[in-house]
């Protein structure tokens, strides 16, 4: 696969050093306008929330006080008020959007299912080179979460494995591909990895149609492990590969609804694919979501294994309104969680693919 962004060298999985974030020294680019809003996509095509609010507004005030303001209302009144109104969502769509931009954005981890925690932990953390970073057990809730990574949860990105008592198998499904992890020798990896007794599906060598040399390995519930070779990085969980079935209708809702950047886009006939990388920083330096798209696949089973990415964000509130401006679906109402007091908000994006935006400052007072 041709590499268009540059890369920089990477540490070996075991010697991986604590570096900050880079999210705050991401690249942004400038908004596009007009603004080509609201966002549509199939399956969520609506008028955005806000033109739905002001339309049931303006009727709403007509038809509660309106009586004889409205009937003596002139087309020309008329028209004047719409304009002004369609300015007025314009201006808040702008101002949601810069603010989309300026947000200070970071993944923070992958959530998703496992059938014996165990097992998985003992995998990442002797195949794969993870450290086990916490645990905590909810059993009012009967389940257990464990944190993996390469390093501090306040400035990598990490895996969230949850066990759900006495659920012992998950469907992965079609739509999820992968997590990215990059390494100094992909061969090396692999040899350690059977060494282990891991499970080790594509053997290291070039990726199809490109030179950069990968090797699949799976972990004990089926979800793929990509090993890419590269230099050094701070962050070698570097990708999380979702399946798309639009792949222009998921980058214009990942840049506009959630401020990222389209890192890179890459076609490759012979296979008949084409991914798109889309993060809040560099590929070699920073977690991203590669999006794929299978030439003629419109949907994929999203099984019941994988759940979420969550994200940093300096207001939820603020996020959530956005995502609704964008036309995007809000699943969860911004506010904070009983019982933990953390703010959150999630949505969906046009494939269904959901995320959680979880406050900065309450997410790191969790950590302490
Ligand atoms: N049909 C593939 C398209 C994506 C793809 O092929 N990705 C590359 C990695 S970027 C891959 O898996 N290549 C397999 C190989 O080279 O053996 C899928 O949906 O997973």
Redesign the pocket.
Known sequence: ?VRVLPMTPSLHLASVAAVRSVSNGRLRLPLPLPLPLPFSAPSLRRPSLISLRTISQQEGFLGRRGGRYARNFSSVEAGAAGNMAQASIALKQEEALEWVKKDNRRMLHVVYRVGDLDKTIKFYTECLGMKLLRKRDIPEERYTNAFLGYGPEDSHFVVELTYNYGVHQYDIGTGF?HFGIAVEDVAKTVDLIKAKGGKVT?EPGS??GGETV?A?VEDPDGYKF?LLERGPTPEPLCQV?L?VGDLDRSIAFYEKAFGMELLCKKD?PE?K?T?AMMGYGPEDKSTVL?L?Y?YGVKEYNKGNGYAQIAIGTDDVYKTAEAIKICGGQVTREPGPLPGINTKITACVDPDGWKTVFVDNIDFVKELE
Do not use: A, D, Q, W
């Open positions: 696969m591909g594509r990726v199809k990968i699949f990509e590969m399946r490759n296979n694919y991914v590669e794929t299978n």
